[in-house]
């Protein structure tokens, strides 16, 4: 069911670091490149894309996990404060041994700002049908640029609301959002069965947000979990952790009891 981390070897670290992306995406109407991008407080890439041009405006950042064996994997995170960013539990194993999140320099580099603990959500499980409580939230060494996301509290998720998925997964690994429609609403998770249309996420988009607008105002909905669709394409069921429901909102809360609200 799950739908694996892209794992990159050793020795592509210095690649992700100068060019991770995302390869999914999702989002409210109007669905055009501009308006995609500027969910995120970014522009286009791509004339007539929709690959955003990352700048530490954006709140969905990529999340590197070392493992002991010195295997580096790519998943995507949404900045709630300076230091705490939310992820997906099953992106974490359980021998991680250093997480970093790229910062991006005014000369073009890259820098790691290193977590100095993390934290998955304790009732964490698999099921054949979907991850449950596939929420993690990480503490970084020193703060990051990036704006944050609020959690959606005051709106409850619904079938047929439009929503923007964002990541930095397959095809392109650069930031990328764009346009979906919830046909999923339940106690554990949101989403949507993948029709061709729209955006989709993929490998590498785990852990990245399914969020709102309300007011010009973006809203954290869901934690992109699992997909049945190992090629992301049609007949895809995508599954997001309801950050909504109070077992996985209490978690956060606790977490990163910073993390704004509304």
Known sequence: MARSMKWCLAALVTVVLSACGGGGGGGDRPSSPSARCGTLGLTPKIVNGTECAYSPSSPVVPVLIQNRAGQVGLCSGTVLSPTRILTAAHCIAAD??????????????????????????????????????????????????NPNMALLISDPAAVGQSVFI?????????????????????????????????????????????????????????????????????????????????????FIRAQAPEAQIF
């Open 166 to 250: 964002a990541g930095w997964g397959e095809p392109v690994y650069d930031i990328v959002a764009g346009n979906a429609t919830l046909s999923i609403v339940n106690s554990a998770h949101v989403g949507y069965a993948y029709s061709g249309r729209d955006s989709n996420t993929c490998r590498g988009d785990s852990g990245g947000p399914l969020y709102r607008n309300i007011g010009g105002r973006m809203g954290l909905l869901g934690i992109t979990s699992t997909g049945t669709a190992p090629t992301c394409g049609a007949n895809d069921l995508a599954l997001f952790t309801n950050i909504q429901t109070p077992e996985v909102l209490n």
């Open 96 to 145: 991680t041994r250093r997480i970093g999140i790229p910062v991006l320099l005014s000369n073009g580099t890259t820098a790691d700002v290193l977590a100095s603990r993390w934290v998955l959500h304790p009732g964490f499980r698999v099921q054949s049908d979907g991850f449950y409580n596939d929420a993690a939230v990480v503490t970084l060494s020193g703060p990051l640029p």
